[in-house]
């Protein structure tokens, strides 16, 4: 039967569609299948053929034309929704690179979650679309190209297998085109949402930097107005000017021309001190701006000599109480050969209380003044006196004095600059734990730089609060931060009723009523803040010596006990020193 003859049959017999399904199985058959097709088979028989050649036949040709149709149209499809979405997402992207450190953090907080987020959600999302599209499209193609012909069973097994192949390949080929594109489109959202937060970040900790910055440079010029504006002729050694810094830093103002009158070495801290005589008519702050414009700034102190005079303390007529019977130390106080360093004037070391002392002195006042002794003298006492009726705190102490006060006509007792630097200078070269300073006067750079350095080198500094009354002003160098203020208090746990006061003081001892020795013989009773450093100094260097590795000036502030309002506050700093067992 030729094939008009068999597509007469009446319409709605299953031998039209038979011989539909024949006509188009010739199509897409190869020629030599073509010339065997029978014709006119009945129902069952043309039945029974088709179930056996559409599987070997029909599946092959069918599935390539498919695959190919099906991957050319989902490859358009695909194509165009990636790339929408792209456009999309590369026309949001950001114009300007952020920061390197917004993009290591971006990078470091988010990779390992946006790449995790990313292969799940996209796989998943490629996946369930592309199959879902996949599918549709397999179906309607093949219900198109196979019209109804091919029986459930071919229909599923061939969409079984090509969706399998077409998804795979097509998976494959989505998530290597897409992949880099969407990763690249999600960072960049990322970014985007997350750089807000960060620029802000960064933004504050520059702006912190830029304000702490500019507080210092603040400071440092209000500094130049309070020097030039409060210079009191009576604090410091006229028409001169000092320089303190390191030896390099001393050759390089050689080069551009700059002669000093006298340079100092001082071995103890690695620096050089240089004096210079200056006319009447000049301006330290032109000379240190001068300074910094060679040499840079932080690298050179250039400040005025200036006086500090010893604390005007109160003498009393009445017998004061020795300083073993105002503060209990533990036993064995005798025994220990604490290494004490002293700033004041000179000692009367002919004292029958100070006989037998281990003390080491040197002068540091002008050649050929008179030097006072009555300060020095009574401090000296308090620390390593040793005579029949009257012992000091710690009476084997290797005891190291460097005077600084020289008589002065109009100004009574007084030390500069340069005197205490150079004193500093030596204790710290003779190894002492501790430095008890009994002075008071205006801050200065060099002094303040020299204290530093000398806290650097594990040397713990106490000073004096001052006898200037409540209302003082802080007074130096018991107000700088590497020092330890001491302030006074009797008997009673009461504050000296002439003590300064402030937030620069640490904390309090003895100091009122302490019977001391006098120069040139006997012994006196006194008051001041500058009799109680010995206490805090003694405590210090005996915890120096038995805990050689405990922060001693932590250790001291532990165990004061806290009088007046609780906690720190200007009158008795962190508390009243108690020395423990």
């Known amino acids: 039967m030729s094939h008009e003859e068999c597509c007469s049959l009446r319409p709605g017999s299953r031998f039209i569609a038979a011989c539909t399904f024949a006509a188009l199985f010739t199509l897409l058959a190869p020629a030599a299948v073509n010339a065997q097709v029978p014709c006119c088979l009945d129902e069952d028989e043309f039945a029974e053929y088709i179930d056996e050649s559409i599987e070997e036949e029909v599946s092959e040709n069918v599935e390539e034309e498919v695959v190919d149709n099906v991957e050319e149209e989902l490859e358009v499809a695909v194509d165009q929704a990636v790339g929408e979405t792209i456009e999309d997402s590369i026309e949001d992207s950001i114009e300007e690179t952020i920061?390197?450190?917004?993009?290591?953090?971006v990078e470091e907080t988010v990779a390992d979650s946006v790449e995790e987020s990313v292969e799940e959600s996209v796989?998943?999302?490629?996946?369930?679309?592309?199959?879902?599209?996949?599918?549709?499209?397999?179906?309607?193609?093949?219900?198109?190209?196979?019209?109804?012909?091919?029986?459930?069973?071919?229909?599923?097994?061939?969409?079984?297998?090509?969706?399998?192949?077409?998804?795979d390949s097509v998976e494959t080929t989505v998530e290597q085109n897409v992949a880099s594109a969407v990763e690249k489109s999600v960072e960049e959202t990322v970014e985007q949402s997350v750089t807000a937060s960060v620029e802000s970040e960064v933004e504050v900790g520059i702006a912190a930097a830029i304000e702490e910055r500019l507080e210092s440079e603040i400071a440092t010029v209000l500094e130049d107005l309070e020097s030039q504006l409060e210079i009191d002729e009576a604090r410091i050694k006229t028409q001169q000017w000092l320089v303190m810094a390191e030896p390099e830093?001393?050759?390089?103002?050689?080069?551009?021309?700059?002669?000093?009158?006298?340079?100092?070495?001082?071995p103890g801290m690695g620096l050089l001190l240089a004096e210079v005589e200056a006319p009447s008519s000049f301006e330290i702050y032109d000379v240190r701006?001068?300074?910094?414009?060679?040499?840079?700034?932080?690298?050179?102190?250039?400040?005025l000599n200036h006086i500090y005079t010893a604390g005007a303390p109160v003498h009393h007529t009445v017998e004061g109480a020795s300083p073993r019977n105002v503060l209990h130390f533990p036993a064995?106080?005798?025994?220990?050969?604490?290494?004490?360093?002293?700033?004041?004037?000179?000692?009367?070391?002919?004292?029958?209380?100070?006989?037998?002392?281990?003390?080491?002195?040197?002068?540091?006042?002008?050649?050929?003044?008179?030097?006072?002794?009555?300060?020095?003298?009574?401090?000296?006492?308090?620390?390593?006196?040793?005579?029949?009726?009257?012992?000091?705190?710690?009476?084997?102490?290797?005891?190291?004095?460097?005077?600084?006060?020289?008589?002065?006509?109009?100004?009574?007792?007084?030390?500069s600059t340069v005197s205490l630097v150079r004193a500093l200078d030596w204790l710290i070269s003779s190894g002492v734990d501790v430095v008890n300073i009994?002075?008071?006067?205006p801050p200065n750079r060099l002094l303040e730089k020299a204290l530093s350095r000398a806290a650097g080198r594990g040397v713990l500094i106490l000073a004096a609060a001052g006898n200037g009354?409540?209302?003082?002003?802080?007074?130096?160098?018991?107000?700088?931060?590497?020092?330890?203020?001491?302030?006074?208090?009797?008997?009673?746990?009461?504050?000296?009723?002439?003590?300064?006061?402030?937030?620069?003081?640490?904390?309090?001892?003895?100091?009122?009523?302490?019977?001391?020795?006098?120069?040139?013989?006997?012994?006196?009773t006194s008051s001041g803040t500058s009799f109680a450093v010995p206490f805090v100094a003694t405590a210090a260097a005996r915890l120096r010596l038995l805990t050689p590795y405990e922060d001693v000036r932590e250790a001291l502030l532990s165990s004061v006990q806290d009088e007046g309002v609780p906690g720190r506050d200007d009158v008795y700093g962190y508390g009243v020193l108690r020395v423990n067992g």
């Open 289 to 303: 701006e001068g300074v910094i414009d060679v040499v840079g700034r932080g690298r050179a102190e250039v400040d």
């Open 469 to 524: 009354g409540p209302m003082a002003k802080p007074m130096y160098p018991a107000a700088y931060s590497s020092v330890m203020a001491v302030t006074a208090v009797d008997s009673h746990g009461r504050v000296f009723r002439l003590a300064n006061r402030g937030d620069y003081v640490d904390l309090a001892a003895p100091g009122v009523g302490l019977l001391h020795a006098r120069s040139g013989g006997g012994y006196a």
């Open 438 to 441: 009994s002075l008071a006067g």
């Open 123 to 167: 796989e998943t999302s490629v996946e369930e679309s592309v199959a879902g599209a996949v599918e549709a499209a397999v179906e309607t193609t093949v219900e198109e190209s196979v019209a109804g012909a091919v029986e459930d069973s071919v229909e599923t097994t061939v969409e079984e297998s090509v969706a399998g192949a077409v998804e």
């Open 332 to 415: 064995g106080m005798d025994d220990l050969a604490l290494r004490l360093g002293m700033i004041d004037s000179l000692v009367d070391t002919a004292h029958p209380a100070l006989q037998k002392a281990n003390i080491h002195s040197r002068a540091f006042a002008t050649e050929g003044a008179v030097l006072p002794a009555f300060h020095g003298t009574a401090i000296a006492s308090i620390f390593a006196g040793r005579d029949t009726d009257y012992v000091g705190l710690a009476p084997s102490a290797e005891l190291y004095a460097a005077a600084v006060f020289e008589q002065d006509a109009a100004r009574g007792e007084i030390a």
């Open 99 to 105: 920061d390197d450190s917004v993009e290591k953090s």
């Open 249 to 266: 830093v001393f050759d390089e103002l050689a080069v551009k021309g700059y002669l000093f009158d006298r340079v100092t070495d001082l």
